[in-house]
């Protein structure tokens, strides 16, 4: 991994019996965005929060670029921060918003007006300079906000949900968008979120948090792929959890019983025989047909859903609920029909423990 930009060394926050970080480790890399992603409480905005300055650690040390930054204010971080709401001041103009920053640290008005007219040039607001901010669309706002953040040249850009105020619609294309200016300014950004979609769309590493600890870091293919546990494989996507047991463990990989047959899959370390697990299997990974076959098992069809470049199928096999995915327009059977499944054993993968 590239050398830590921002360090967090065992940091810990309560407020009362509440315990909102704890503990927390993390090694943030220079240019990337690093998504703090888990459920609303997991503590992801607070830990954001400690970074920005807001609020003192009980424990712990926060560094940027080596230098320890726990005990200064926000404005001595070279941070800046982009709130959920965006916090833009409906009585001044969009160049204003911007400049506020700037004004603040007591830049020459000369500058000022280079600066902000080149970030505005840059996010693609020229011409809104004398607009106020009530008249212009969510995604417009959410660029301002950005600019007013860019525009003092942080060290690092700290985004909290900046896009969850946003139509479904528009944050897909303003997080390309995000993602797209982040890329350009090369700018070290820690984002915050709790839509997996965007996470996994927009991150160069993702920190999975739950109850103010993160359970795994990892790029977004490694946190869908190889999760380190049932939480995490539950958060991040949709999962088909198999209970299951080794049979035999061999040069070529393991060989699992489990309610849908015998399965081999690649090799995984640390297992042993007879050892219980779990198997994660993604919906994807569930291959489906009309027709039955050498190996195949018979599923009836519970409900399905039109999902625009997919099908999502809700099965039943046996004892068993199954999820299983399909590029549309995939088959037809409709509830209640029968179909065949096959499992695609090269994509499946172990859990060493079954849920409690």
Known sequence: MDKAYVELVRLSKRFGNVVAVANVSLDVPEGQITTLLGPSGCGKTTLLRLIAGFFPPDTGEIRIKGVQVDHLPPQRRSTAIVFQDYALFPHLSVFENVAYGLRRRRVAALEITRRVRDILSFLGLQGLERASPLHLSGGQQQRVALARALVVEPDVLLLDEPLSNLDAKLRVRVR?????????????TIFVTHDQEEALSISDRVAIMDAGRIRQVGTPVEVYTRPSDRFVADFVGIANFLPASVRAVTPEGLVIDSPLGTMRTPPHRGYTEGQRVTILLRPEAVRLSPDPGPGKL?????????LG???RHHLQVGDLNLIADESFPGTTESVGQEIWLTVDSANLHLLASEPA
Do not use: D
């Open 298 to 306: 018979l599923a009836r069809v519970r409900s399905t859903s039109f």
């Open 176 to 188: 390309t968008e995000l993602k797209e200016i982040q890329q350009s300014v090369g700018k070290t």
């Open 309 to 311: 470049g997919m099908r």
